[in-house]
């Protein structure tokens, strides 16, 4: 069974960097068509997506968001990161790690972890 965990802080000051992990079990980041996510959702809105990183190691970001995210990751951890710079109150969200098998279509899910960013 895959699961997915978010790891961080969950406070971040203003013009800080968020930077949260994603550890997966049960699968592989680097098993061919597989794509590693993140999400997430301001309090009152809907889901935004943050950007990609496939298992090739290819990312894809959302383009208002493109020039403060960074999205990596460590196979030999099965891990992968995101970082946010430059962060504002209007950053605050639940964040979500997310990962899609392309040949099944399984996608599964982290739990979510709730990052306020104030001083």
């Known amino acids: 069974q895959v699961q997915l965990q978010e790891s961080g802080p969950i406070l971040v000051k203003p013009s800080k960097t968020l930077s949260l992990t994603c550890t997966v079990s049960g699968g592989s980041i680097s098993t061919n068509a597989t794509y590693c996510s993140w999400i997430r959702q301001p309090p009152g809105k809907g889901l935004e997506w943050i950007g990609d990183?496939?298992?090739?190691?290819?990312?894809y970001y959302s383009p208002s968001l493109k020039s403060r995210t960074s999205i990596s990751r460590d196979t030999s951890k099965n891990q992968f990161t995101l970082q946010l710079n430059s962060v504002t109150p209007e950053d605050t969200a639940v964040y979500y790690c997310?990962?899609?098998?392309?040949?099944?279509?399984?996608?599964?899910w982290g739990q979510g972890t709730q990052v306020t960013v104030s001083s």
């Open positions: 990183i496939t298992y090739s190691g290819r990312t």
């Open positions: 997310n990962g899609q098998d392309l040949k099944t279509e399984n996608e599964y």
